[in-house]
């Protein structure tokens, strides 16, 4: 007995329009979920069958997929600028992920390639911050609607939101700082550099700052371990 499910998902930033379909193609179920991890999960582990789940790539898209992977049997991160099923017709979240949903199920979804972790990340903070500058090509990077400089009142409330939606450690603006710090001492940035950049006047600041990842000691370690065994020793006579 065939018991696949087929799930379109259409995510924005406050909630995922959700259609399924079960192994005849049939619409059974449609829901509309906050943009939360422990909310998308519970709606998961309520279906039964072999679940296969689509989305659209955009801001949420790498997120989603990290989150469903280990629950499902696919999750299809497709190409929006090839799905003309969905651009064609009436237009909304509802519709839109019964659209996906039945691409997935007639096997027409164009996948993009969802890679490591980091990578997606890093390419979706790219989108989102493009999205957020707009048109604006002066002016501060980050500033309240008035033009003003924002508040590190107002930063650390949009941080604590979206540290919120992804189900991670609640942390503070000041947190970057450790980042800008430790990233740049990983990658072999000169001591003075470091200082002048994050603007400690104290280089003994700058090691308080640096938070090493275990894989970087790990692989600082193998490479001396390896360059210890092959280089040889000479004595002088």
């Excluded at 609640?170 to 990658?187: K, L």
């Amino acid at each position: 007995m065939n018991d696949s499910k087929y799930i379109g998902l259409d995510a924005h930033q406050a909630t995922i329009s959700v259609a399924v379909l079960d192994s005849s193609g049939k619409l059974v179920m449609e829901a509309v979920l906050g943009t939360k991890a422990e909310t998308i999960l519970q709606f998961i582990h309520g279906l039964r069958g072999t679940l296969r789940v689509t989305l659209e790539e955009g801001t949420c898209a790498a997120w989603l997929h990290d989150v469903l992977k280990p629950h499902v049997a696919q999750v299809l991160v497709c190409d929006p600028r090839k799905n003309t099923l969905i651009k064609s017709g009436n237009k909304s979240d509802r519709i839109d992920a019964r659209k996906l949903a039945d691409l997935l199920y007639l096997d027409k979804l164009h996948p993009v390639f969802h890679g490591e972790t980091g990578n997606r990340a890093l390419k979706e903070l790219l989108q989102m911050l493009k999205q957020y500058l707009g048109d604006r090509t002066t002016g501060r990077l980050f500033q309240a609607r008035d033009g003003n400089p924002a508040r590190n009142q107002q930063l650390n409330a949009v941080l604590g939101w979206a540290t919120a939606q992804l189900s991670i450690e609640r942390g503070t603006m000041h947190a970057f700082r450790h980042g800008r710090n430790s990233h740049m001492r990983q990658n072999g940035v000169p001591q003075n550099i470091v200082q002048d950049q994050v603007g400690h006047q104290d280089r003994r600041t700058n090691d308080l700052y640096t938070h090493n990842e275990e894989a970087f000691i790990r692989d600082t370690m193998e490479k001396l371990a390896g360059s210890c065994i092959q280089t040889p020793v000479v004595y002088p006579n």
